[in-house]
C-alpha cells in the first residue's frame, strides 16, 4: 500500500471516529432516510460524476465515483467503487482492477467503548462535549448548524483554514450534499443534485466481477492504532485538553506543508482536507450521551 493511501485511510477513519462523539454513537446513527439515490457533480479541477446509494438508514452504502482530474496539463482518470457495510469499508479501483478491505473503524469504536468502566464512559462523553469547540480553534474552523438548505435538507456548515475548504452536511449526519476544497491553487467541488429516495437496487451494491478485494493489513493495523490511542485519551479526566493539544500541530498550514513533503499528490490532498472538514463538522455537533 502506498504511503499516501495510507495517509488517507488515516483522515478517514479520523473523520468517522468523531461520528462516536455526536448525539449518537456511530453504530446507532441514522440517516433521514431508510434508502437513497444522492447524484453529485463534480467541477474544478476533478470533473465527473458520483453516486452514493444508501440502504438500512446509512448502515449499509456504495459510493460510485467517476471522474478525471487535470494536474500540470495531464488528464488523471479516476473510477472507484466503495462499499460499506457495518463490518467491512471494500474499496475497488476499476482501472486497476484492484481492490482491498478494512475492518469499518465504527466496529473498532465500539469494541474500544465497550471496555471502559462507568467512569470512563462518564469522562469520555464529557471530554467529547468539550473537544468539539477546541479541535475547530485548533484548525481554524468554525460550524453553523442548520445554516442553509440543500435540496430541500437542512445542513450544517463547516469551515476551515480561512477557507481552504467548506462543506454542507445534513444536519446531524455525516453525509455532505455540497462541499468545496482549494489546496495548491487547485480548486474543485462536490454538489449534489438530486437525492432519490426511492427503493435502490441491490445491484447497486454488488462488487465488481473479475476483482478479488485483498485484506489491507497495514491500514488496519493503523486504524486500530489510532481508535485505541484516541478512545485511551478520551477516557481520561483532562482527555479533550490532550486532544486539542494534539491537534494544534495539524494546524492547515502545516499539515500541508507536512503532506507537501510526504509527496502526497494535489487530488490526494484536496480527498484528505475535505474528509478532515467532515471530521471536524461532526465534532462540533458532540453532546453527552443521557
Not at 213 to 225: C, I, K, P, R, S
Request: aromatic share 6%; with cysteine; glycine share 8%.
Amino acid at each position: 500500500m502506498k504511503k499516501r493511501s495510507v495517509l488517507v485511510v488515516a483522515v478517514s477513519l479520523f473523520a468517522a471516529g468523531s461520528l462516536a462523539w455526536a448525539d449518537d454513537l456511530p453504530w446507532e446513527m441514522k440517516l433521514p432516510f431508510k434508502e437513497a439515490a444522492i447524484h453529485y457533480e463534480l467541477t474544478g479541477s476533478e470533473q465527473g460524476k458520483e453516486t452514493l446509494y444508501v440502504k438500512d438508514y446509512g448502515q449499509r452504502r456504495a459510493e460510485h465515483h467517476k471522474a478525471t482530474t487535470m494536474v500540470m496539463g495531464m488528464s488523471n482518470p479516476s473510477e472507484t467503487l466503495e462499499l460499506t457495510d457495518p463490518d467491512w469499508i471494500t474499496t475497488y479501483n476499476l482501472i486497476d482492477k484492484t481492490g482491498e478491505k478494512t475492518s469499518n473503524p465504527r466496529k473498532i469504536y465500539q469494541a474500544e467503548y465497550n471496555k471502559f468502566s462507568a467512569a470512563e464512559k462518564k469522562n469520555f462523553e464529557k471530554n467529547a462535549k468539550e473537544l468539539g469547540a477546541g479541535m475547530m480553534g485548533s484548525f481554524g474552523g468554525s460550524v453553523k448548524q442548520k445554516a442553509e438548505k440543500v435540496l430541500g435538507y437542512d445542513c450544517d456548515v463547516a469551515a476551515i483554514g480561512g477557507g481552504m475548504s467548506t462543506v454542507s452536511m445534513i444536519h446531524n449526519t455525516d453525509v455532505p450534499l455540497r462541499s468545496e476544497v482549494s489546496v495548491m491553487g487547485m480548486k474543485s467541488a462536490n454538489v449534489a443534485v438530486k437525492v432519490d429516495t426511492g427503493a435502490v437496487p441491490d445491484s447497486a451494491f454488488a462488487p465488481p466481477a473479475g476483482i478479488t478485494a485483498v485484506f489491507n493489513q497495514e491500514a488496519e493495523t493503523m486504524m486500530t492504532g489510532m481508535v485505541q490511542q484516541a478512545m485511551d485519551t478520551l477516557k481520561q479526566p483532562d482527555g479533550a485538553k490532550k486532544m486539542q493539544q494534539m491537534g494544534q500541530s495539524m494546524v492547515p498550514g502545516g499539515m500541508q506543508q507536512g503532506m507537501e513533503a510526504e509527496g502526497i499528490s494535489k487530488e490526494d490532498q484536496q480527498a484528505m482536507m475535505q474528509q478532515m472538514q467532515e471530521a471536524m463538522q461532526q465534532m462540533q455537533q458532540v453532546k453527552p450521551q443521557q
